[in-house]
């Protein structure tokens, strides 16, 4: 289900909150393990028993964990759990690519699984390993209850597409958690803002990103605005639905971290993965990178390191190469940067930096985009087309009527786009806030402007379409 | 006002709307259609085993019928469109909503891709249907293409738009060459259409009857009655989702046209039925431009005994041609009209519906819409 959904928003929203604050304490994480249950089934039906058993699985592993804490059987359990948990994504996400590369290399034709890729596999696969490796390390606490487990992993505020809750970080609230009005006033408004993200921003931009993909009248100038509008869509997309997930979460009495920090205002590569997409990054240098020694090896351990946990992150997103040279591409950046670069720009006026962190970020994008496209390469060709067009080599023209029209149509979502991206508005509400006047009529206007978007909002759904969530697909 | 305050009003008031609009929409009951879309609305779905574990929409997949159910059956859906495309063209300034823009009280949808292979393919099939039907038979046979309102207002406003120079090329470039074009593009403006539709308005268009006529050497020159009917709502109308005031619907008559004997075949059925030329009932259809020639039909025979002469008109139209074909029937004894949209060709012969004799009238009039998206047309 989509949290941009009439049925969502109308239907098992109210039930769900409805319910959850109605029931005692101790029944609240039944309902909100049922209602997950039923949110996830509402898409993915046949998979939801692969969610169920996959969570059992790190619970069980959890059990053992901490049953031989100690001895060589705690080591087991876990090695089991990180298989039981890889083999999962192995067998639904990335065995049609091995396979593909393997009949590719050897000449042979193993037949292909061709499953469907069961949605969130990857968000919630990442949640079981951590609470596994956790409370190995003794960084966590044995969860005895399987549904309180199962709650976690299910619960379906982050349940799709993150961010990436760590058992750690929800243990305590998973068995008491506070329900003030203001933290339950807070994550309205975090959902709202989120909702109005998603619906009003990132759908308005996609649908400038698709209209220039398909154009026939292809124009230098309408190849970067793509750029730029795809940038700008999938920033909105994602932090958008993280917060939608951090806001239900509050109501429900959950502090998720947060996931992005405004991450085009980065000064550079490495500031950019700090910001965009947090939960990831920490996931990936808490539990790969750091295991395998960090930066405190030899310069070609350290490479390797680097190489290792940005193909994963590229393989993360999706079981096609383009994805991997997308994520290769930011380690080779990193390094870059880390060599002499950063210093270099550190040297240099901010504008600079920035347009050297948001040139590559674009051209990443594309990347991405392409990679969405196509076979196990992703659509590398169209990828490079596109950056050869946005660099001038495509042999289009600069400009046409149509880049024009839609550039004059889309100047104002575009505009709130380049706003939102930054903190500029979050500032100057927490500096006007400082005065007291001025707070009250912030206060006052805060509850019209949620009514008023909710009701853009539902309008924009009632007259829109279908638009699923691009980190659905990872 | 003071945080509390503002906590208690933020919570209260997304209760109170959830909570409101999941009542509200529990206790609405279904439409059967929407007047303003012109289509029919999703009913609630069949819940059963089966459609919750269909896997696709096609096996009936209750979730996503629900889906669209709701969003179908929304209480004052009309009014949540209208806020749409008003936040669209005045908080976002948008050129254009879902593609529909209004020019000077005109409202239309842009498209500026041509499809030059359907449009190639659409001159095909008027080849294929000469060759096998029409050749060598002594004929008559033109052609003549309806340009969409956009011709008119697109480009000039800065909107996207097609090349029309290249599109009429691609159509007489492909077009058998014994198949001559009436050139009927410069003699329309944008007021010869209605403001809220994407058709012509018949009281408008004698100019363009008068010009086939004269290429097809045949004398309409007729008398007419106005009739006028209001409020007429075009389909840009429902589209547009804004409100723009009706128009009015004003059809040309005469004792001729209300004594000729028209008949109509069943699409389904295949069955001959009598029919009249305009019934004002058909202006109560969703489609209120139903009243020329019952609307979207697949074929007519329009008898006239009191016809100028004694010739035949063979016409394969679009829905351009119910308004325009009644104000031929005073030079023709006889039109067989044949929309292709809604029976093939092939269907035509195997029924023997149309006599090909010599000295006949064929005309393929049709609208660079329907030939930009010719894959709808049923030729074999």
């Not at chain 2, 209004?102 to 008027?126: C, P, R």
Request: glycine share 6%; with cysteine.
């Amino acid at each position: 289900m989509l949290f941009s959904s009439i049925p969502f928003l109308y239907y098992f929203l109210p039930i769900v909150i409805g319910l959850y604050f109605i029931v005692p304490f101790k029944v609240k994480n039944y309902v909100l393990l049922i209602a997950s249950l039923l949110f996830y089934f509402w898409g993915e039906k046949a998979y939801t028993i692969i969610m169920v058993l996959t969570s059992l699985s790190g619970w069980l592993h959890g059990i053992f964990i901490e049953k031989y804490r100690g001895k060589i059987g705690s080591k087991i359990a876990l090695i089991s759990s990180l298989v039981f948990g890889f083999a999962g994504l192995v067998v639904f996400k990335y065995a049609d690519f091995l396979l593909t590369n393997v009949n590719g290399i050897f000449g042979t034709d193993i037949p292909l699984l061709k499953l469907a890729l069961p949605i969130g596999i990857s968000f919630y696969t990442f949640q079981i390993l951590s609470y596994n490796i956790d409370l190995y390390r003794g960084n966590a606490k044995l969860q005895k209850n399987p549904f309180t487990f199962m709650t976690y992993v299910t619960l379906f505020p982050q349940l799709i597409a993150g961010p990436i809750v760590r058992y750690v970080d929800v243990e305590k609230e998973l068995g008491e958690r506070n329900h003030s009005l203001e933290m339950v006033s807070e994550g309205i408004g975090r959902f709202i803002m989120g909702l109005s993200k998603k619906v009003l921003l990132a759908d308005t931009l996609a649908a400038f990103c698709n209209l220039a993909k398909t154009s026939t009248n292809m124009s230098v100038l309408f190849m970067w605005a793509y750029a730029i509008a795809y940038a700008l869509h999938i920033y909105f997309d994602f932090s958008g639905y993280s917060d939608m997930a951090i806001g239900l979460g509050k109501m429900f009495g959950f502090k998720f971290l947060e996931n992005f920090d405004y991450p085009y205002i980065s000064k550079s590569i490495t500031e950019f993965w700090r910001r965009w997409h947090m939960s990831l990054g920490s996931w990936f240098r808490d539990y790969i990178y750091i295991p395998l020694g960090g930066n405190r090896v030899s310069k070609i351990k350290w490479l390797r390191n680097i190489l290792v946990v940005w193909a994963f992150t590229g393989l993360w997103h999706g079981a096609k190469w383009a994805f991997v040279i997308w994520g290769l591409m930011f380690a080779a950046l990193l390094l870059i940067e880390k060599a002499f670069l950063k210093k270099w720009l550190e040297k240099l006026p901010t504008i600079f930096s920035r347009i050297y962190t948001l040139f590559f970020v674009l051209i990443s994008w594309v990347i991405f985009d392409a990679g969405m496209e196509g076979g196990i390469t992703g659509n590398l060709t169209v990828a490079m087309n596109r950056i050869k067009v946005m660099l001038g080599l495509g042999g289009v023209p600069a400009v046409t009527q149509e880049t024009l029209y839609y550039l004059r149509s889309y100047a104002v979502i575009f505009i709130i786009g380049f706003i939102g991206a930054t903190p500029l508005m979050k500032n100057l509400i927490l500096k006007l806030k400082e005065k007291t006047f001025a707070r009250k009529v912030i206060n006052l206007l805060t509850p019209i402007t949620y009514v008023v978007l909710l009701l853009v909002v539902t309008a924009f759904l009632i007259d829109g379409s279908f638009s699923p969530f691009i980190y659905f697909s990872f | 006002m003071s945080d509390k305050i503002k906590d208690i009003l933020v919570v209260t008031t997304f209760f109170l709307f959830v909570f409101g609009f999941f009542v509200i929409n529990l206790a609405k009951t279904p439409d059967e259609i929407s007047v303003s879309e012109r289509r029919k609305l999703q009913q609630f779905p069949e819940f059963t085993y089966d459609t919750v574990m269909a896997k696709t929409e096609a096996d009936g997949n209750f979730m996503r019928f629900f889906e669209k159910y709701t969003l179908d059956q929304f209480v004052w859906r009309d009014a949540f469109r209208e806020l749409k495309a008003k936040v669209s063209f005045d908080i976002f300034m948008k050129k254009d909503n879902n593609n529909i823009y209004i020019v000077d009280g005109q409202v239309s949808k842009y498209w500026n891709t041509m499809n030059e292979g359907l449009v190639k393919d659409a001159a095909n099939k008027f080849n294929k249907i000469y060759n096998s039907k029409l050749r060598n038979k002594g004929m008559n046979v033109y052609y003549s293409l309806i340009p969409d309102k956009n011709y008119f207002i697109a480009d000039q406003n800065g909107y996207p738009s097609i090349d029309y120079d290249k599109f009429i090329s691609t159509v007489k470039d492909n077009m058998n060459a014994d198949i001559k074009y009436i050139d009927i593009f410069n003699d329309l403006t944008v007021d010869d259409y209605y403001a809220t539709d994407i058709h012509w308005r018949q009281e408008k268009i004698s100019k363009i009857v008068e010009k086939l006529a004269s290429a097809m050497d045949v004398d309409v020159k007729a008398e007419y009655e106005e009739k006028t009917l209001e409020p007429f709502y075009g389909v840009y109308y429902g589209q547009s989702a804004l409100p723009i005031e009706g128009e009015k619907l004003v059809y040309l008559t005469n004792e001729t046209l209300e004594n000729c004997k028209v008949t109509g075949m069943d699409g389904t059925t295949a069955e001959m039925y009598d029919t009249k030329i305009y019934d004002e009932e058909d202006f109560k259809n969703v489609d209120p431009y139903d009243i020329f020639l019952e609307g979207a039909k697949p074929f007519f025979v329009i008898e006239n005994e009191a016809a100028t002469s004694d010739k035949e008109l063979i016409i394969y139209r679009d829905s351009f041609g119910s308004s325009l074909i009644p104000l031929m029937v005073q030079g023709y004894k006889k039109i067989t009209v044949i929309d292709l949209r809604y029976v093939a060709n092939i269907m035509i012969d195997q029924y023997k519906l149309v006599e090909y004799k010599e000295g006949t009238d064929v005309l393929f009039l049709y609208s660079t819409e329907v030939l930009n998206n010719s894959s709808i047309l049923k030729v074999f």
